[in-house]
């Protein structure tokens, strides 16, 4: 349902791949290959050659900011533009948000404290419950819980895994260095060094 | 009528710049050099732009004229450019900021004297010169610091804008804070001259028709014309520039083009 076809950017790809709906697709690769880049290609946030599809429909028949809504790329860092992390959600919280706050560990209280004091660890649950509030179907997680300590990674990966679970359609693509985490979140595991292979288990140097 | 003032006259006002001037050097703060030099530049330039505007008004050549105005805008555009701390690789996008100044002080001119004041022929050099001064020294301005504002906004704030493509939002909408800020710095300056205009501040215009004997009820009424067109110009040209370099960041995909925008030096 949602495919890479020869997607390539100046540095990483050819890549070719098929997420099934429901599923996780974990990638690993040695650092500056280019993960990111894929999967900023596949948000269509750079340019690149090939071509991405979600459920049969290219990325050009999109409006961008369409696609970039269905198909949300996260960053391991990110940015808070408005005063209170509070100005970028919704006041007050939906049900759910508020569900997803306590779920990954988060005090609604933390969302009148001034953006720039987060700590990076609160700063990256908070940009993907950010993300998720809008509901996208496919989701690029680019180190998603490089800030977080073990606890907190099983959370995210909770979460992540309940939000796919809710809606046939959701898949994700979910970038880590964490080898543990690949085996741990991946329905398939990934190596990507010039192109997308699988992942051969644990003992390949990175 | 105005009283005239000689040479020597002006050597009075000389004698007491040169006389401020030691007495920086005396105190050691290094200014002395530049302030003489800007000095000299102001009085050689001004004595030039007398007797051109002087054999310019005796000619009464439409070419003359046209010649003028053409120098004194590649002037001001040229000032725009090197005013800023990036620019783009792209030469022809670095002509949005001069276009910009261009077609809102000539628009902004040809209102004034065509339809406002309604002299014939309109571009009756006396009246379109020191107009078209006005409105190009304060647009250029408004420009520069709105065009400087936006871009060392945007290379600064690169991945705030990725990040909010990447939530789904539109270009526009990525960069409205940044807009907004920018053509605020632009129009400030304006906003805070009409503010204490004639409380404070003797706008330069009114002043000198005063000077020359005009009424000062009518000199006001042409201060307030000016201030309002130069205004509409300022407000006008920042718009444009931040318009059209906004397009420029991002290609047809809506991506954000940030090497298309390069540091200088």
């Given at each position: 349902m949602f495919q890479l076809n020869q997607l390539a950017t100046e540095q990483v790809g050819p890549c070719q791949l098929t997420l099934n709906p429901g599923e996780i697709v974990a990638i690993s690769g040695a650092s500056g290959i280019g993960k990111s880049l894929l999967l900023q290609a596949c948000a269509d946030l750079i340019p690149h050659r090939g071509e991405v599809r979600l459920n049969g429909v290219s990325a050009v028949d999109f409006g961008p900011s369409v696609w970039r809504r269905q198909v949300s790329y996260l960053g391991p860092t990110s940015c808070w533009w408005?005063?209170?992390?509070?100005?970028?959600?919704?006041?007050?919280?939906?049900p759910q948000l508020h569900s997803w706050f306590l779920q990954v560990g988060l005090?609604?209280?933390?969302?009148?404290?001034?953006?720039?004091?987060?700590s990076s660890g609160e700063r990256q649950r908070l940009a993907l419950l950010r993300l998720l509030q809008q509901g996208p179907t496919i989701l690029l997680l680019?180190?998603?819980?490089?800030?977080?300590d073990s606890a907190g990674k099983i959370l995210v990966e909770q979460l992540v895994q309940e939000y796919l679970a809710a809606d046939q359609q959701r898949a994700a693509i979910w970038v880590t260095h964490d080898l543990e985490q690949l085996e741990r979140v991946g329905d398939r595991a990934l190596w990507l060094a010039d192109q997308l292979t699988t992942w051969s288990g644990r003992g390949v140097s990175c | 009528m105005l009283v005239k003032l000689g040479y020597l006259d002006l050597s009075i006002a000389w004698f007491l710049l040169v006389g401020v001037t030691l007495l920086s050097i005396l105190m050691q703060l290094d200014v002395a050099k530049k302030v003489l030099i800007a000095a000299l530049r102001m009085v050689l330039q001004l004595l030039l732009v007398g007797q051109i505007l002087k054999s310019v008004f005796l000619l009464q050549s439409t070419w003359a004229l046209a010649g003028v105005i053409l120098v004194m805008t590649c002037f001001a555009a040229r000032e725009i450019i090197v005013r800023q701390d990036y620019h783009f690789?792209?030469?022809?996008?670095?002509?949005v900021g001069p276009v910009a100044l261009a077609i809102s002080t000539l628009v902004i001119t040809f209102i004034a004297l065509?339809?406002?004041?309604?002299?014939?022929?309109?571009?009756r050099p006396q009246y379109l010169i020191p107009i078209m001064g006005m409105a190009l020294g304060n647009t250029m301005n408004g420009i520069a610091i709105a065009l400087h504002r936006f871009l060392g906004q945007v290379d600064q704030k690169r991945g705030e804008i990725m990040e909010r493509l990447a939530l789904g939002e539109t270009p526009a909408l990525a960069l409205l804070d940044i807009r907004r800020e920018s053509i605020n710095a632009g129009i400030i300056p304006m906003i805070n001259m009409m503010s204490v205009a004639g409380i404070v501040a003797l706008p330069g215009m009114m002043t000198g028709q005063i000077l020359s004997g005009t009424s000062p009820v009518e000199a006001v009424k042409y201060q307030i014309m000016i201030i309002l067109l130069v205004a509409t110009s300022i407000g006008f040209g920042t718009m444009m520039v931040i318009h059209f370099t906004s397009k420029a960041l991002f290609d047809q995909r809506e991506r954000l083009c940030w090497e298309r925008l390069k540091p200088r030096g």
């Amino acid at each position: 349902m949602f495919q890479l076809n020869q997607l390539a950017t100046e540095q990483v790809g050819p890549c070719q791949l098929t997420l099934n709906p429901g599923e996780i697709v974990a990638i690993s690769g040695a650092s500056g290959i280019g993960k990111s880049l894929l999967l900023q290609a596949c948000a269509d946030l750079i340019p690149h050659r090939g071509e991405v599809r979600l459920n049969g429909v290219s990325a050009v028949d999109f409006g961008p900011s369409v696609w970039r809504r269905q198909v949300s790329y996260l960053g391991p860092t990110s940015c808070w533009w408005r005063y209170c992390a509070g100005d970028h959600f919704p006041s007050p919280l939906t049900p759910q948000l508020h569900s997803w706050f306590l779920q990954v560990g988060l005090k609604p209280a933390i969302l009148e404290q001034v953006a720039v004091t987060l700590s990076s660890g609160e700063r990256q649950r908070l940009a993907l419950l950010r993300l998720l509030q809008q509901g996208p179907t496919i989701l690029l997680l680019d180190e998603p819980t490089s800030f977080l300590d073990s606890a907190g990674k099983i959370l995210v990966e909770q979460l992540v895994q309940e939000y796919l679970a809710a809606d046939q359609q959701r898949a994700a693509i979910w970038v880590t260095h964490d080898l543990e985490q690949l085996e741990r979140v991946g329905d398939r595991a990934l190596w990507l060094a010039d192109q997308l292979t699988t992942w051969s288990g644990r003992g390949v140097s990175c | 009528m105005l009283v005239k003032l000689g040479y020597l006259d002006l050597s009075i006002a000389w004698f007491l710049l040169v006389g401020v001037t030691l007495l920086s050097i005396l105190m050691q703060l290094d200014v002395a050099k530049k302030v003489l030099i800007a000095a000299l530049r102001m009085v050689l330039q001004l004595l030039l732009v007398g007797q051109i505007l002087k054999s310019v008004f005796l000619l009464q050549s439409t070419w003359a004229l046209a010649g003028v105005i053409l120098v004194m805008t590649c002037f001001a555009a040229r000032e725009i450019i090197v005013r800023q701390d990036y620019h783009f690789l792209k030469r022809s996008t670095n002509l949005v900021g001069p276009v910009a100044l261009a077609i809102s002080t000539l628009v902004i001119t040809f209102i004034a004297l065509r339809l406002i004041i309604g002299i014939t022929p309109w571009y009756r050099p006396q009246y379109l010169i020191p107009i078209m001064g006005m409105a190009l020294g304060n647009t250029m301005n408004g420009i520069a610091i709105a065009l400087h504002r936006f871009l060392g906004q945007v290379d600064q704030k690169r991945g705030e804008i990725m990040e909010r493509l990447a939530l789904g939002e539109t270009p526009a909408l990525a960069l409205l804070d940044i807009r907004r800020e920018s053509i605020n710095a632009g129009i400030i300056p304006m906003i805070n001259m009409m503010s204490v205009a004639g409380i404070v501040a003797l706008p330069g215009m009114m002043t000198g028709q005063i000077l020359s004997g005009t009424s000062p009820v009518e000199a006001v009424k042409y201060q307030i014309m000016i201030i309002l067109l130069v205004a509409t110009s300022i407000g006008f040209g920042t718009m444009m520039v931040i318009h059209f370099t906004s397009k420029a960041l991002f290609d047809q995909r809506e991506r954000l083009c940030w090497e298309r925008l390069k540091p200088r030096g």
